[in-house]
C-alpha cells in the first residue's frame, strides 16, 4: 500500500473516533481536529461532507480517478522505445535535449519519470553537501579558463579535449580535439578566442609544464620563469592564474564529466571514427 493510501486509511478510522466523541460532547472540535492533525476549521469541513455523503465523501478522488492530463500508453511506449533503439545509455537530461529538438512537447520531469518508471533509467541518490566553490567572475570577458581532458571519445581512440570557456558564463569559446595537450593546443585555444571575442582580462589554469614552471612538484609556480606561453600572455597584458586546490578546479572538472558522458554517445549516434569529422561535429 502506498503512503498516501495508509494515510487515508489512518484518517478514515480516526474521524470515526473524533466525530463520535465530538457528537458525544466528550471532544470539542478544536480537540477532534488535533486528534486528526488538522485545523478545527478543515474538521468542520469534514464533518459537513461526512453528514452528506458517509465516509466515501472523504476520500481523496485523486487516488481513485485517473486525471484528465494522464498521457496516453502509447506515447509512454513510443517514447521508452525510442530510447531504448537510439539511446540506451544516455542519461536524463541528454535524452531530454534530443526528444526536445525531435518535437517532444512533455516536461523534462515527466520524460525522466516515465524512464524510470520503465526501468531504463536509474533512481540517482541524494546528493550531499558540495565543498564551497569558488566565485565566478562577476562579468563575461574578465576571466577565461583553460583545460584538457584525456578520454575515449571513440571507440578504441583516446584523444585530449582541449575547452577554452568563459569563468562568468561557462559559455564554450574554443573547444577542439587534438593527439595531445600541450602548448600549441593552448595558444590555438587563446587564438580562437581573441579572434571571436577580442582580448580578455585574465587566464586560469592548472599548473602544466606548458602553462608554468613549478620548481617542485606539487608546489608553488615559479612567475619569475614563465614559459612561451606564459611570456605570450605578459606581452597581451593578460594576468596568469594557477589553480592550487581541486575545488578551484570543480567547475572544470564537472564540465568534462558532462562532456565525457554526451559525446562518445553523440558521435557514436552520428557514426564519427576519425579526429577530423570529430572536430567538424
Known amino acids: 500500500?502506498?503512503?498516501?493510501?495508509?494515510?487515508?486509511e489512518t484518517r478514515k478510522m480516526r474521524f470515526e473516533k473524533a466525530y463520535?466523541?465530538?457528537?458525544?460532547?466528550?471532544?470539542?472540535?478544536?480537540e477532534a481536529a488535533l486528534?486528526?492533525?488538522?485545523?478545527d476549521r478543515t474538521f468542520r469541513r469534514y464533518m459537513g461532507k461526512y453528514d452528506e455523503g458517509g465516509l466515501?465523501?472523504?476520500l481523496d478522488k485523486r487516488l481513485t480517478q485517473a486525471s484528465h492530463r494522464c498521457a496516453p500508453v502509447n506515447e509512454v511506449m513510443r517514447l521508452t522505445e525510442q530510447?531504448?533503439?537510439?539511446?540506451?545509455?544516455?542519461?536524463a537530461k541528454h535524452f531530454y535535449t534530443w526528444y526536445r529538438s525531435d518535437g517532444g512537447t512533455r516536461s523534462y520531469t515527466w520524460v525522466k519519470n516515465r524512464l524510470q518508471d520503465a526501468g531504463l533509467i536509474k533512481r540517482a541518490k541524494k546528493r550531499g553537501s558540495h565543498r564551497k566553490r569558488r566565485e565566478r567572475s562577476p562579468l563575461p570577458g574578465m576571466m577565461i579558463h583553460q583545460d584538457g581532458s584525456t578520454h575515449e571519445w571513440v571507440v578504441n581512440q583516446k584523444w585530449d579535449l582541449i575547452v577554452t570557456m568563459d569563468d562568468a558564463t561557462n559559455e564554450h569559446y574554443s573547444m577542439f580535439f587534438v593527439a595531445e595537450e600541450g602548448t600549441v593546443s593552448s595558444f590555438r585555444g587563446v587564438q580562437e578566442v581573441v579572434e571571436k571575442r577580442g582580448l580578455f582580462s585574465s587566464f586560469y589554469s592548472d599548473r602544466g609544464s606548458h602553462y608554468w614552471h613549478t620548481p617542485e612538484a606539487g608546489g608553488k609556480v615559479d612567475k619569475n620563469n614563465p614559459t612561451q606561453f606564459g611570456q605570450a600572455m605578459k606581452r597581451l597584458g593578460i594576468e596568469m592564474i594557477a589553480a592550487y586546490s581541486p575545488q578551484a578546479r570543480?567547475?572544470?572538472e564537472r564540465m568534462f564529466r558532462t562532456h565525457q558522458e554526451r559525446l562518445p554517445k553523440e558521435m557514436a549516434l552520428a557514426g564519427i571514427i576519425d579526429m577530423e569529422a570529430a572536430n567538424q561535429y
Open 1 to 8: 500500500m502506498k503512503r498516501t493510501e495508509w494515510l487515508q
Open 20 to 30: 463520535e466523541g465530538c457528537k458525544s460532547g466528550r471532544l470539542t472540535h478544536v
Open 250 to 252: 570543480g567547475r572544470s
Open 83 to 91: 530510447y531504448r533503439s537510439r539511446y540506451a545509455g544516455w542519461n
Open 56 to 58: 466515501d465523501a472523504l
Open 35 to 39: 486528534l486528526l492533525g488538522v485545523c
